[in-house]
């Protein structure tokens, strides 16, 4: 890669869209780790896309890439989780990522093979503030509007609000403002839902 093609993808991508795994020099296991919740975050936070740096293995035993590999892996599993809308090879050591609505992830199929979302913390809705507790309640009536319950009953409200609660908690980065990011991610399903 040429200096011109990283100063064009320094300004399309910027710091704040790029996982450079290469520098980081995970193993293949704490790549998965990192990639997929930094993923997520950005998904969260409403990236339309972002740059994964994975490098081509040159330096590595018979210039084979674990990393490289264990992304090519991660990739479509979190395609049908609806984390990301979809992926493209970059350069032969980078990926394209392109990211699904933040509403995505209330429709993800469960799959065998995958482990569920860890289940919500906490495991109800009373230690939050009351603004993101609003903030869930409009998501949800908004929500069940979609699937045409325009008149949920409490019951129903409250079930929609803790599965969209596991949803997004599930994409929320550890030891971050995971409340504030919330609210963050709560704001921007609301617009895709009144957008769409």
Same mark, same amino acid.
């Given at each position: 890669?040429?200096?011109?093609?990283?100063?064009?993808?320094?300004?399309? +991508?910027?710091?704040?869209?790029?996982? %450079?795994?290469?520098?980081?020099?995970?193993?293949? !296991?704490?790549? =998965?780790?990192?990639?997929?919740?930094? !993923? #997520? @975050?950005?998904?969260?936070?409403?990236?339309?896309?972002? !740059?994964?740096?994975?490098?081509?293995?040159? %330096?590595? &035993?018979?210039?084979?890439?674990?990393? #490289? @590999?264990?992304? /090519?892996?991660?990739?479509?599993? !979190? #395609?049908?989780?609806? /984390?990301?809308?979809?992926?493209?090879? $970059?350069?032969?050591?980078?990926? &394209?990522?392109? +990211?699904?609505?933040?509403?995505?992830?209330? @429709?993800?199929?469960?799959?065998?093979?995958?482990?569920?979302?860890?289940?919500?913390?906490?495991?109800?809705? $009373?230690?939050?503030?009351?603004?993101?507790?609003?903030?869930?309640?409009?998501?949800? &009536?908004?929500?069940?509007? &979609?699937?045409?319950?325009?008149?949920? =009953?409490?019951?129903?409200? @409250?079930?929609?609000?803790? #599965?969209? +609660?596991?949803?997004?908690?599930?994409?929320?980065?550890?030891?971050?403002?995971?409340?504030?990011?919330?609210?963050?991610?709560?704001?921007?399903?609301?617009?895709?839902?009144?957008?769409?």
């Amino acid at each position: 890669m040429t200096s011109l093609d990283r100063a064009f993808d320094e300004l399309r +991508f910027g710091g704040q869209r790029t996982l %450079n795994l290469r520098a980081l020099q995970p193993t293949a !296991l704490q790549a =998965t780790a990192l990639a997929e919740q930094w !993923l #997520r @975050e950005q998904q969260v936070l409403g990236a339309d896309e972002a !740059l994964v740096i994975t490098g081509r293995g040159n %330096n590595s &035993v018979d210039g084979y890439s674990p990393v #490289r @590999e264990a992304i /090519v892996r991660l990739l479509p599993s !979190l #395609r049908r989780r609806n /984390v990301i809308a979809g992926y493209a090879e $970059h350069t032969p050591g980078s990926f &394209v990522v392109t +990211f699904a609505p933040v509403t995505a992830l209330f @429709e993800t199929p469960k799959r065998r093979r995958e482990k569920p979302a860890p289940p919500p913390r906490p495991s109800s809705l $009373h230690g939050l503030d009351d603004e993101t507790v609003r903030q869930l309640r409009d998501v949800a &009536v908004l929500s069940l509007a &979609v699937l045409g319950v325009n008149s949920p =009953t409490r019951a129903q409200l @409250e079930d929609e609000m803790l #599965r969209q +609660f596991a949803a997004l908690t599930a994409a929320l980065p550890e030891g971050a403002d995971r409340e504030a990011l919330l609210q963050q991610a709560l704001l921007r399903a609301a617009e895709e839902y009144e957008a769409g």
